[in-house]
């Protein structure tokens, strides 16, 4: 009578059939389990300072700021007064001290946040493609453009400054090259009409090593076929960019533009350092206004203000970015 054939378990000596816990099994379910609750444990209080600092410096400060905005402060006395909504009505419509101005600064916010993405996706994305094409020198031009990001963020404004200024070297290149028509004799900066395109330019220059960079790791992640395809199909090197790598950074395209639009809406570090929102209002952006309220009031009562004006942003923000969501979901 033949036997049955042997699995390769059972021949190499091993029963597979689950054998009862005895206590050495216990044992060891019993050291894997302290093991992993020393673990858990440990994890905890690693993570444990990181989430503290996060709760006081981040749930506590924001949820404080949000009751702010409904009260009147100027941040020195014993008690808060509260007045609802009236801050957010101030500044939307009520108050002609602060409704015009909030207004103005929200239109050069306006030109700021359609402005800098545009502009930093036109210079990027085609010295991207011609870095990502170069064979020599390619991790020296790499450096040089990404300096600008790198560099101190507060001395670059000062120099830039000084370069724009009436005797700066702006106005002494044009001099030089025969264009001194161009040149303005106020500075760059202090000509009502060229100061935010000025720093918008600025704006632009510190954006795009960031969007370089990111445009370069897609570029380096598109399957090569997809590029000798094109061509053998007499795709030249504007078809092939075109329509065959310009459609497929597309979601690094959207997340360029959404970073540049949530800077443009909140920054002011740079309008603060270069031009404190001048000549007149002419610089003036809402993140400048909501520091001015917060910081350069004196003693008025004026951070109640200044919070809601900071909620205002978060709400544009929050719906800004749910629409680029939306509109990269569609085109993905």
Do not use: C
Request: glycine share 10%; proline share 7%.
């Amino acid at each position: 009578m033949p036997r049955p054939a042997l699995t390769e378990t059972t021949a190499a000596g091993r029963d597979p059939r689950p054998r009862p816990a005895g206590p050495a099994g216990a044992d060891r379910t019993g050291r894997r389990s302290r093991r992993r609750g020393y673990e858990a444990v440990s994890g905890y209080l690693f993570v444990a300072p990181a989430v503290v600092l996060f709760a006081v410096m981040g749930l506590y400060t924001v949820g404080y700021g949000f009751l702010l905005s409904f009260a009147r402060w100027n941040g020195f006395a014993p008690h808060w007064s509260w007045v609802g909504v009236q801050n957010y009505k101030d500044l939307l419509w009520a108050n002609p001290a602060y409704a015009p101005r909030v207004r103005h600064a929200a239109g050069h916010t306006l030109s700021v946040m359609i402005a800098v993405p545009l502009l930093t996706v036109l210079v990027s994305f085609p010295l991207a493609i011609l870095l990502n094409s170069a064979k020599r020198l390619q991790g020296l031009l790499r450096s040089v453009y990404f300096v600008p990001y790198v560099t101190s963020g507060v001395a670059v404004f000062f120099a830039w400054q000084y370069i724009l200024q009436p005797d700066g070297a702006v106005n002494a290149l044009l001099s030089a090259a025969g264009m001194g028509s161009l040149a303005q004799p106020q500075g760059w900066l202090g000509n009502p009409h060229t100061a935010l395109p000025t720093m918008i330019v600025v704006t632009v220059w510190g954006a795009v090593p960031v969007a370089l960079l990111m445009y370069l790791t897609g570029l380096q992640t598109i399957d090569r076929s997809v590029l000798e395809a094109a061509q053998l199909d007499g795709a030249g090197w504007w078809r092939t960019n075109v329509s065959v790598v310009w459609p497929l950074v597309r979601p690094i395209t959207a997340i360029v533009v959404l970073l540049n639009l949530r800077d443009s809406l909140q920054g002011f570090q740079t309008f603060l350092v270069m031009t404190n929102g001048g000549p007149g209002d002419h610089t003036n952006v809402l993140g400048l206004e909501a520091y001015r309220l917060a910081f350069l009031k004196e003693l008025a009562p004026t951070l109640g203000l200044a919070s809601a004006l900071g909620w205002l942003l978060f709400a544009a923000a929050v719906v800004l970015a749910l629409v680029n969501l939306r509109v990269l979901r569609s085109k993905t």
